[in-house]
């Protein structure tokens, strides 16, 4: 464990970066709270899909909390396993949707509309604050993208109720599901990449010394 945190010259996260990661966490455990309820009482998938984002995110932010201090190998596997989350996020948000079209469901609008709106307005507040964090290392990276996707999805979510409220039927909340969890998967894999790269620069890192006295011989 001594050894993965010792390669020379590691990259620090941003002043403030932690201060930043806090303010989300909380922000998401509480939109956690309000959301799974409002999709329990609407019946939306994408609500529940935006919910399990922000249960997704919470535990994405604890984990970023943990390895912030640590080197870029141990930050780097962080984000690899928080682009994998988001991934498997994604196909889980797909299957709900596929599942919600053989139940016949019809979400109920006005609460998809008002929960979404609030949700928004959380996620661009977090955003706004990580916004300067976005070309960081991959950890960085990978909340900025997490934070960055909720505030689309919220607006997608508030697209989908007046889509619902216009037609009648449960399509417009499917079309959004199925468009978050693109979205997931696709940040997941971006994520996973940088992730890898990450990995590789520090393991390098660390051979470095190894090969120094080796050389001099």
Same mark, same amino acid.
């Given at each position: 464990?001594?050894?993965?945190? *010792?390669?020379? %010259?590691?990259?620090?996260?941003? =002043?403030?970066? !932690?201060?930043?990661?806090?303010? @989300? /966490?909380?922000?998401?455990?509480?939109?956690?709270?309000?959301?799974?309820?409002?999709?329990?009482? *609407?019946?939306?998938? *994408?609500?529940?899909?935006?919910?399990?984002?922000?249960?997704?995110?919470?535990?994405?932010?604890?984990?970023? #909390?943990?390895? /912030?201090?640590?080197?870029?190998?141990?930050?780097? $596997?962080?984000? +690899?396993?928080?682009?994998?989350? +988001?991934?498997?996020?994604?196909?889980?948000?797909?299957? !709900?949707?596929?599942?919600?079209?053989?139940?016949?469901?019809? =979400?109920?609008?006005?609460? +998809?509309?008002?929960?979404?709106?609030?949700? #928004?307005?959380?996620?661009?507040?977090?955003?706004?604050? /990580?916004?300067?964090? !976005? %070309?960081?290392?991959?950890?960085? !990276?990978?909340?900025?993208?997490? *934070?960055?996707?909720?505030?689309?999805?919220?607006i997608a979510v508030m697209v989908a109720a007046l889509g619902v409220f216009g037609t009648g039927t449960a399509w417009p909340d499917l079309i959004v599901a199925a468009i978050m969890g693109t979205l997931a998967i696709t940040a997941g894999i971006s994520v996973v990449r940088h992730a890898r790269s990450d990995i590789a620069e520090a393991r390098?890192?660390? @051979?470095?010394?190894?090969?120094?006295?080796?050389?001099? $011989?």
């Amino acid at each position: 464990m001594a050894c993965s945190c *010792s390669a020379p %010259e590691p990259k620090s996260p941003a =002043p403030g970066f !932690r201060k930043a990661l806090w303010i @989300a /966490l909380w922000v998401n455990l509480a939109m956690f709270v309000v959301e799974g309820i409002a999709s329990l009482s *609407s019946g939306s998938v *994408s609500l529940m899909a935006d919910a399990i984002d922000f249960f997704g995110d919470s535990a994405n932010y604890i984990l970023s #909390l943990t390895v /912030l201090s640590m080197g870029m190998l141990w930050r780097g $596997r962080a984000a +690899m396993v928080k682009g994998i989350t +988001m991934t498997v996020f994604g196909l889980v948000v797909w299957a !709900r949707a596929v599942w919600v079209v053989q139940a016949g469901i019809t =979400p109920e609008p006005l609460t +998809m509309g008002a929960v979404g709106l609030l949700a #928004l307005a959380a996620n661009v507040s977090v955003a706004a604050i /990580l916004f300067k964090f !976005r %070309e960081g290392d991959s950890d960085m !990276r990978s909340v900025w993208l997490c *934070s960055r996707n909720d505030a689309i999805s919220n607006i997608a979510v508030m697209v989908a109720a007046l889509g619902v409220f216009g037609t009648g039927t449960a399509w417009p909340d499917l079309i959004v599901a199925a468009i978050m969890g693109t979205l997931a998967i696709t940040a997941g894999i971006s994520v996973v990449r940088h992730a890898r790269s990450d990995i590789a620069e520090a393991r390098t890192s660390e @051979a470095q010394p190894a090969a120094t006295p080796s050389s001099s $011989r």
